[in-house]
Antibody
């Protein structure tokens, strides 16, 4: 079955960076884009961007431009999301999800989530 | 402030029909299909409905959707206690060149 397994919880200080991994399995890795979505405590869902696992192209949410980087390691079929210069408002659950585009069946499988806590 | 607008809460009694709205603009719902998600506390969102009002395997046919212009709605017929959850809509936005979500609707089954 399709699974997306994410790395474990992180505790970071303000100004630091965090790198979260997401390893899909159960389907051909480079046939779907992977989107990242985060959810602050008690808040709604916020799309952060996607990475094309076939060619490495990325598309980031404008408000995160310059702070977020998404990469893929095709040798291990793993995608990574790095967020730099963390602030307290970056404390959130971070999810990766399979994305087939606007007119496709997108977000049909999600990772279990990675809790990132930013605190001094 | 979410790009797509949903009511923060909705409620109904078992057996009732409940509709959750999602309002957008020409650059998102006016041009792109809507996806709907259900999320229980402490868990990842679950896809409820995708383009053309299709449901993934396992989603009961009590859940249905519609869209008109720049608004969409999710209807739950024959409400059950297990439907008490948070519901989110999402669509691609051409102006933002990204996915946008509604702020979520907390459904309470009375």
């Amino acid at each position: 079955q399709v699974l997306l397994v994410q790395s474990g919880a992180e505790l970071k200080k303000p100004g630091a960076s965090v790198k979260v991994s997401c390893k899909p399995s159960g389907y051909s890795f480079n046939t779907y884009v992977i989107s990242w979505v985060r959810q602050a405590p008690g808040q709604g869902l916020e799309w952060m961007g996607w990475i094309n696992t076939y060619n490495g192209n990325t598309n980031h949410a404008r408000h995160l431009q310059g702070r977020v980087a998404m990469t893929t390691d095709t040798s291990t079929s793993t995608v990574y999301m790095e967020l730099r210069n963390l602030g307290s408002d970056d404390t959130a659950m971070y999810y990766c999800a399979r994305d087939a585009g606007s007119f496709g069946i997108s977000f049909d499988h999600w990772g279990q989530g990675t809790l990132v806590t930013v605190s001094s | 402030q979410s790009v797509l607008t949903q009511p923060p809460s909705a409620s109904g009694t078992p057996g009732q029909r409940v509709t959750i709205s999602c309002s957008g603009t020409s650059s998102n719902l006016g041009s792109h299909p809507v996806h709907w998600f259900q999320q229980f506390p402490g868990t990842a969102p679950k896809l409820l409905m995708y383009p053309n009002y299709q449901r993934p395997s396992g989603v009961p046919d009590r859940f249905s959707g519609s869209k008109s212009g720049t608004s969409a709605s999710l209807t739950i017929s024959g409400l059950q206690s297990e439907d008490e959850s948070d519901y989110y809509c999402a669509a691609w936005d051409d102006s933002l060149n990204g996915w946008v979500f509604g702020g979520g609707t907390k459904l309470t089954v009375l």
